[in-house]
């Protein structure tokens, strides 16, 4: 069984390095480990269960952000496609616009996203379309590009104002969100809103 045991294992890493140590019960499966040995080697500490279907390699080095890839894969639809994209106040703090560290992620899903158990409490999910251009990849994860992070914000209202400018200034400042950008989005209310926090004539 060696030899099989071996390949398995090597598949298995190769699916956990591209997501930080992490895998899914079905991944390890497709890896050529049957189900039935999943809890011997949560046993015998070669596998870290997670939560529910997701597990980490023990002897992977700890991601900075650990939590972000969990959730990440929480997210996979039926086809193992991560289908949350981190946003709002965590997507601030992600692209490091924000000192505030809030204490849930926020994550925006597909309108027709649905789980059959309980939305764990750490997350708060926001139900809503993104277009591919709204999202990049942070610590191996998808997240609302700055632009797209502050006018969610503006829209949802739970961030105090004051903090929103602070956050404009800062990702014009780094080149993250350029002006041309907000003079594009359509002329209404929000698109004020930002060009004031932008300090631009309406």
């Known amino acids: 069984m060696a030899g099989p045991y071996k390949e398995a294992a090597r598949r298995l890493l190769e699916i956990a390095q591209a997501q930080q140590?992490?895998?899914?019960?079905k991944q390890a499966i497709r890896a050529g480990f049957a189900e039935k040995v999943h809890a011997y080697h949560v046993n015998t500490g070669n596998w870290i269960r997670e939560h529910r279907g997701i597990y980490r390699l023990a002897d992977f080095p700890t991601p900075e952000r650990p939590d972000l890839m969990l959730w990440?894969?929480?997210s996979q639809n039926r086809r193992e496609i991560p289908e949350g994209v981190y946003s709002h106040n965590?997507?601030?703090s992600l692209h490091e616009l924000s000192d505030l560290m809030p204490s849930k992620l926020h994550m925006t899903v597909p309108k027709d996203f649905r789980r059959s158990s309980a939305i764990p409490e750490i997350l708060v999910l926001h139900r809503m379309h993104l277009e591919s251009s709204d999202a990049q990849e942070i610590h191996g994860v998808r997240v609302t590009c700055p632009l797209r992070t502050?006018?969610?914000l503006l829209r949802s209202?739970?961030?105090d104002r004051s903090q929103l400018k602070l956050a404009v200034d800062e990702a014009i400042r780094r080149g993250l969100v350029v002006r041309r950008e907000i003079d594009r989005l359509p002329h209404d209310k929000l698109q004020r809103s930002l060009q004031d926090l932008a300090g631009q004539p309406a």
């Open 21 to 25: 140590g992490f895998f899914t019960t």
């Open 72 to 74: 990440y894969l929480w």
């Open 90 to 92: 965590t997507a601030l």
């Open 150 to 152: 502050i006018v969610d």
């Open 157 to 159: 209202g739970n961030v």
